[in-house]
């Protein structure tokens, strides 16, 4: 199966059975899909740790043994030795199609050049984060290196692919050409085997092709596209991107251990797990006409992925992860930051200790109520960070003239702010280990609220066993199954929090409020400031949301202004959250272990502890 | 999840090791299949391009820059010193003059007619690789490297830092949960690998780096005492390029914990031998964990047996590798299938281990490691 990846096949024959696997860097997971009467749905699942290393470097192995995982539990013969039956032979043996994703052994590394950094360079590098690459370094003309200093970094990294941009379409070539000179006299190698040209993409401006050619074309396995940035107005990232996927098929994965095979039993190109997850959330914002925001937070990293009116955007967090990159969460954020969370004391070096052996042994699990309970606070941190790495790259076009009007005079705004409005979000998306896995969902729930503080309205869901990659994939050659599994298996509304925004004193009033549930029951009654209250609103089902804000409280129709809304329910149900916004901790070390203990408990986050 | 289980360290007195030593780019091969090497001798060379130095010339003098030939007083391919005079204009009145030096000594590479720049680049380096461990060369990779074999006792560690040294074994302290403190370190420890037990505090790390030791084999150490030595906190573990005087390789993981019996037995009997041992651990993306080669002088012709295991099986030994009993050592006493709730109320696969004191407890089967070469 090699045909390019930005051109997915079409499959004629019928897709009854599917096998789906994401290969992780630490698992990896297939499920099982099957058409049940008129729909798909999702039957069986297994995993099993990912074999890109060493003894078995050989990324099938991992593939086929989470496959065999899903034969002991449906009974139904899908391997012949080492290869996959394919089609079906009859109602108990063999699978239609068999598809998966990869982010194993590290993922796709880019390395990505512009002219001005925060114009084409940001462009190339939104168009290398979209396409599911994580983005080593990026080099520009004004980034205020030396050019020695960028030819050293340009040789001293491996990057498995280059994506050069630069310039508008007709304007000067020579800062594009300089940074290819740049490019050449490093002759950079790829990560993977020594001896192949590392594949480069030009996607700067068009008159200066020939000149980049005769510059690249000899040193490197030089591919030529659409300028990312034609004109200054405009950003143009799919040919780009579809780019990146054919020469990450054709390239990169060729080089990974194990991964020719992989191509070719899979029936449909192999694509990069955050791609994936980005097609699914691209495709829910679209059929519900919503601001998203969707984060997969794995082991090593931590995809944030955001739709707001209509602008998708990507970006990953490559060192912000639940066990390889734990102890970088950690030196990012600070150990205070992480001690916030944490409903007990415990000593600094304890904890630093647990955190390093979580790194070295990355499987491990948390096996007693206090190491969930640190492991969720460190997640919370990772989860915040990456927002904000996040909110930092989904902008809109940077250098970009506006007409202004007299109004604006009073309200000066830059090019180039962030697209991410927390007030108009309506649904964040969780996905990855810590989130889809956590006992009871309302962690899940909590850890999210607590790490991206959402204002007002907002609905909350996750990703019930982690198989928004594989039904990424499967929607390029099937969408109705991928609709049918994501809708009924994988989203898992958890339900509604609603945030007053505005600060007061712990026990002062922050709003009254009414709520009206299904069947008519009414409740009447205060938020305060410091409350965090959760009243069961089943799944599917909606309540009418009263709520006047003191005076200088605002919903998001302005201070004090009353705001009625119906609101989702889930599994979870309905979450007012009155602890302020910016959300208030007190600084006192038993004063906030004392308002951590009275909010889990008030929303049952955890059993009983028996310590 | 009979295939899920964590692959555990290897410790063994007997096997055979293959390390695969490649130049980071093409360059010639020293070495023939068959030949004996020392760790020390360099199997292949490489010549590493030097620093490339651009000059735009065009923005210094002045001029267009499809011109910077007519001012270049060297050409294409040419050498150059130092401060050597590279280009200069010609004007009228001599003190306009502007001359341009060459930062470097080195060659002229390329010039740009599109760009005015021109590219210096400083002579090649020299790099040698080095066999690493004695042993035999087995294969060669033309233009890339060799892969040395050798017949050896084998520990794997955790986790470490800094790169590859050798030399010859000595165990400091009488028992595997004894901490090497400054006072187990003797001056004619200076070039050695010295073996500790379940901790090492920084104030040996400090004594070792002053006496020159050259590499330390501990059970564990304090997170805050690592920070301390590499002066920033390691947040992925990709490490091997560290350069704090010595290279460390953990046993056991962070914190106080004994030495495996097994591991300290194994390499107290080899006291007074060579090691060859690598701090370089990398947990994502490929397992790289450091190791302690530890070459035998019969060169057993015993054939490099990959233990290709299935699964965890009764009366396996293993490792919990997480609190509460982190560090722990028994064997596995039952391997029950069914999902078992745990504290978290997570319902995770489980199996019980039995101390040697005849204690038993359930653990979750991810939180175990089996001690490889048992």
């Known amino acids: 199966m090699t045909s390019a990846a930005s051109s997915p096949p079409k499959i004629d024959r019928p897709l009854n059975v599917i096998v789906a696997t994401d290969c992780g860097s630490t698992t990896t997971k297939a499920i099982l899909i099957e058409k049940v009467g008129n729909e798909y749905r999702q039957t069986y699942r297994g995993e099993a740790p990912t074999t890109v290393e060493a003894p078995f470097e050989d990324v099938t192995r991992g593939v086929l043994n989470a496959i065999a995982e899903i034969e002991e539990l449906s009974g139904r013969k899908i391997l012949d030795g080492d290869r996959i039956i394919t089609p079906c032979r009859d109602a108990k043996t063999g699978v239609d199609i068999y598809i998966s994703t990869s982010s194993a052994g590290g993922g796709l590394q880019m390395m990505v050049t512009g002219v001005v950094q925060n114009m084409t360079g940001e462009s190339a590098q939104r168009a290398a984060l979209g396409a599911g690459a994580i983005v080593i370094d990026v080099l520009a003309s004004n980034d205020g290196r030396l050019p020695h200093e960028k030819i050293e970094r340009i040789r001293s990294m491996r990057p498995d692919m280059i994506l050069m941009s630069g310039g508008t379409d007709g304007g000067a070539v020579t800062h594009v050409v300089e940074m290819a000179e740049y490019v050449a006299a490093a002759e950079p190698k790829p990560r993977f085997g020594i001896t192949y040209k590392l594949p480069l993409i030009y996607a700067g401006n068009k008159d200066a092709q ?87 937070i794995g082991g090593a990293t931590t995809d944030v992925f955001s739709v707001f009116e209509g602008v998708f955007n990507r970006t990953v967090s490559a060192n912000l992860g639940m066990s390889y990159s734990i102890s970088n969460v950690l030196a990012e954020s600070g150990l205070p930051n992480i001690m916030r969370w944490v409903p007990f004391t415990i000593d600094e070096q304890t904890l630093r200790n647990r955190i390093k052996n979580k790194m070295i042994r990355p499987t491990t699990i948390p096996q007693t109520l206090d190491e969930l309970q640190i492991e969720h606070a460190i997640s919370r941190e990772a989860l915040r960070l990456a927002l904000i790495h996040h909110k930092s790259l989904a902008t809109g076009l940077k250098g970009v003239q506006q007409e202004r009007t007299i109004s604006d005079v009073f309200e000066q705004q830059t090019s180039g702010k962030t697209l991410i409005d927390m007030l108009k979000l309506d649904l964040i998306v969780g996905s990855g280990g810590i989130l889809s896995h956590a006992p009871r969902r309302i962690q899940s729930m909590l850890m999210m609220v607590d790490a991206y503080e959402p204002l007002g309205f907002t609905m909350l869901s996750v990703d019930s066993i982690f198989m928004m990659p594989h039904l990424g ?122 308002s951590l203990a009275k909010w889990y408990q008030a929303v049952d986050l955890y059993p009983k502890s028996d310590g | 999840m009979a295939h899920s289980y964590t692959p555990g360290l290897t410790v063994t007195e007997q096997t055979v090791v293959r390390r695969r030593r490649v130049l980071p780019l093409p360059g010639k091969v020293l070495v023939n299949t068959g030949d004996r090497v020392q760790c020390d001798q360099a199997v292949a060379r ?42 200069e204009n010609k004007p009228l009145i001599k003190w306009f003059k502007t001359e341009i030096k060459s930062p470097v000594t080195g060659t002229i590479e390329s010039l740009s007619m599109v760009t005015g720049q021109v590219l210096l680049r400083e002579p090649p380096r020299m790099l040698d690789l080095l066999a690493y461990i004695d042993g ?102 990709i490490t091997g390029t560290e350069q704090v005087g010595f290279t460390l390789i953990l046993t056991e993981g962070f914190g106080t914990i004994p030495m495996a019996a097994k591991t300290f037995k194994l390499l107290s009997a080899h006291e007074g031998q060579k090691a060859s041992i690598s701090g370089a651990t990398q947990i994502r993306a490929g397992v790289i964990r450091p190791e302690i080669i530890i070459p035998q002088a019969a060169a057993a012709a015993a054939e490099a047996v990959h233990a290709q295991r299935e699964g965890i099986r009764i009366g396996d030994p293993v490792r919990i590798i997480r609190d509460p009993l982190f560090g722990k050592i028994g064997e596995v006493s039952a391997l029950p299938s069914d999902l078992t709730k745990i504290p978290t109320e997570s319902e995770v696969r489980v199996l019980e281990v039995t101390f040697a004191d005849g204690a038993r407890t359930v653990i979750p089967r991810t939180n175990i490691e089996v001690i490889e070469g048992a």
């Open chain 2, 136 to 237: 035999a060369v087995v294969e060669t990779i033309p233009q890339q490297g060799v892969v040395v074999e050798a017949s050896c006792s084998l520990v794997q560690g955790i986790f470490g830092i800094g790169g590859e040294v050798w030399g010859e074994i000595v165990v400091a302290v009488k028992a595997p949960d004894e901490a090497l403190t400054p006072a187990h370190l003797k001056p004619d420890m200076k070039g050695k690998i010295v073996i500790g037990g379940s901790f090492l505090p920084a104030e040996t790390m400090a004594k070792a780096k002053e006496l020159g030791v050259a590499g330390l084999v501990v059970g564990g150490i304090h997170d805050k005492d690592l920070r301390a030595l590499l002066g920033y906190d390691l947040g992925v573990a």
């Open chain 2, 46 to 87: 490489a010549e590493l391009p030097g620093k490339v130095y651009p000059i735009n010339l065009a923005n210094q003098l002045s001029i267009a820059p499809d011109e910077i030939k007519e001012y270049l007083v060297k050409k294409e391919g040419d050498l150059v010193r130092k401060d050597e005079i590279l280009a």
């Open chain 1, 473 to 594: 994939v499967l929607s390029t050659i099937n969408e109705q199954a991928a609709t049918d599994v994501f809708v009924r298996d994988c989203m898992i509304y958890l339900g509604t929090c609603v945030a007053p925004i505005g600060q007061g004193k712990s026990g002062e009033i922050c709003a009254d409020y009414e709520i009206v549930f299904p069947g008519g029951r009414q409740v009447k009654d205060q938020l305060k400031f410091g409350d965090l209250r959760l009243y069961p609103l089943e799944l599917n089902k909606k309540a009418r949301l009263t709520m006047q804000p003191v005076k200088h409280v605002n919903l998001g129709a302005g201070a004090g202004v009353p705001v009625t809304r119906e609101v989702q329910g889930g599994v979870v149900g309905l979450m007012l959250d009155g602890r302020g916004r910016p959300l208030q901790l007190p600084s006192d070390q038993q004063a906030r272990v004392a």
């Open chain 1, 210 to 296: 020939s000149q980049v050619r005769k510059t690249l074309g000899e040193k490197t396995a030089l591919e030529i596209t659409d300028n990312i940035r034609p004109v200054l107005e405009k950003e143009n990232l799919a040919p780009a991107r579809n780019k990146i996927h054919d020469l990450f098929l054709e390239h990169v994965m060729q080089q990974a251990p194990g991964y020719k095979k992989l191509i070719d039993m899979a029936g449909a190109p192999i694509m990069p797990t955050p791609a994936a997850v980005g097609v699914i959330m691209e495709t829910i914002a679209k059929r519900e006409h919503l601001n998203l925001i969707g984060v997969d």
